[in-house]
């Protein structure tokens, strides 16, 4: 069993409607939460992060975490075109931690 | 201000030659990781450096090796490649003291014939 499990999709949804990606983890360790966001042949790229449980919004996009439940996502609000991209979950253990693990990448198409 | 840049962007190699890939962090940065990313697959840590030295190691053999030169730009050495080895290799660079957030480079795509 892999240590970050994402829903591997694909995602394909009309502009405007509202994209939800998970996560489940079995290290009950991890504490900091992060989403990245790649284009194609680009890197990574960081949208969101969070420590421990509870929510945190940016603009169009909100970040949830239940350690009980060992389960992240991200919701993608109002999703544009130009969203459409592969999105990491991702986590670690310790802050200033960088040997992150991510899932496998959930790519998302959003329709005009 | 430039952001991580990776060198060379597309290379192909045969099994059993080496190969070196090069990094440079974005400016201010002192902390380089560099990730392995297979096709399909998330990015998987292969290690990281710090003031010249290795500080955290993932699950790769001792067939990839790095360096980190006096102006925190980075080097990957790959030897005797394998048909596995093909991947993007992913530089991410990040502040001093560290804040959780890598900043991450474009890669370079190696094949393995």
């Known amino acids: 069993q892999k240590e970050v499990e994402q829903d591997p999709g694909p995602l394909s949804v009309p502009e405007g409607a509202i994209v939800s990606l998970n996560c489940t983890y079995s290290n009950s360790a991890f504490q900091y939460f992060m989403w990245y966001r790649q284009y194609s042949r680009k890197g990574p790229e960081l949208l969101m992060y969070t420590y421990s449980s509870g929510n945190k919004e940016d603009g169009r996009f909100t970040a949830q975490v239940d350690k009980s439940s060992k389960y992240i996502s991200l919701f993608i609000r109002d999703s544009q075109p130009s969203d459409s991209a592969t999105y990491l979950c991702?986590?670690?253990?310790?802050?200033?931690?960088?040997?992150?693990?991510f899932g496998a990448g959930t790519t998302v198409t959003v329709r005009a | 201000d430039a952001g991580v840049t990776q060198s060379p962007t597309h290379l192909i190699k045969t099994r059993g030659q080496q190969v070196t890939l090069r990094c440079s962090p974005k400016s201010g940065h002192d902390t380089v990781s560099w990730y392995q990313q297979a096709l399909g697959q998330g990015p998987q840590f292969i290690f990281q450096?710090?003031?010249?030295?290795?500080?955290q190691r993932g699950n790769f053999p001792d067939r990839f090796s790095g360096h980190q030169f006096p102006n925190y730009s980075s080097e990957l050495n790959v030897n005797a490649l394998l048909l596995g080895d093909s991947a993007l290799y992913l530089c991410?660079?990040?502040?001093?003291?560290?804040?959780?957030?890598?900043?991450f480079g474009e890669g370079s795509r190696l094949t393995v014939l």
């Open positions: 991410a660079s990040s502040l001093p003291g560290g804040s959780g957030e890598l900043f």
């Open positions: 991702a986590m670690s253990a310790r802050t200033n931690d960088y040997k992150l693990s």
């Open positions: 450096y710090y003031e010249e030295e290795e500080r």
